[in-house]
Nanobody, 123 residues
Framework: VQLQASGGGLVQAGGFLRLSCAVSGRTFSNYGMGWFRQAPGKEREFVATIDWSGSTTYYSDSVKGRFTISRDNAKKLVYLQMNSLKLEDTAVYYC?????????????????WGQGTQVTVSS
């Protein structure tokens, strides 16, 4: 299984970006998926997660109400729509997959990781 994140870039505060994560592997629809991020000098932190069906999502308090995670199982894609971006959202964003169908906020519960995409929010 391989994960490929894309869609990062430079955006002004208050703007928006949509990240995508393309997943290879026939059993993608069975995986819980998540987005994490890592800012310079900080540990990788949880952002959002979604279950196999897309019906259950969960967000960190810092992004709740601004970010939306979704998935398209037919296309094997996971999205992270990021609105009202703040300076503190600047980080490398990683998508992750786990072999269980539920989502998880714990990075230790994921089995597959993408390479990351840089998001930089400027003032």
């Amino acid at each position: 299984v391989q994960l490929q994140a894309s869609g990062g870039g430079l955006v002004q505060a208050g703007g928006f970006l949509r990240l995508s994560c393309a997943v290879s592997g026939r059993t993608f629809s069975n995986y819980g998926m998540g987005w994490f991020r890592q800012a310079p000098g900080k540990e990788r932190e949880f952002v959002a997660t979604i279950d196999w069906s897309g019906s259950t999502t969960y967000y960190s308090d810092s992004v709740k109400g601004r970010f939306t995670i979704s998935r398209d199982n037919a296309k094997k894609l996971v999205y992270l729509q990021m609105n009202s971006l703040k300076l503190e959202d600047t980080a490398v964003y990683y998508c992750a997959g786990r072999i269980l169908s539920s989502g998880s906020s714990s990075r230790n519960e994921y089995h597959y990781w993408g390479q990351g995409t840089q998001v930089t929010v400027s003032s």
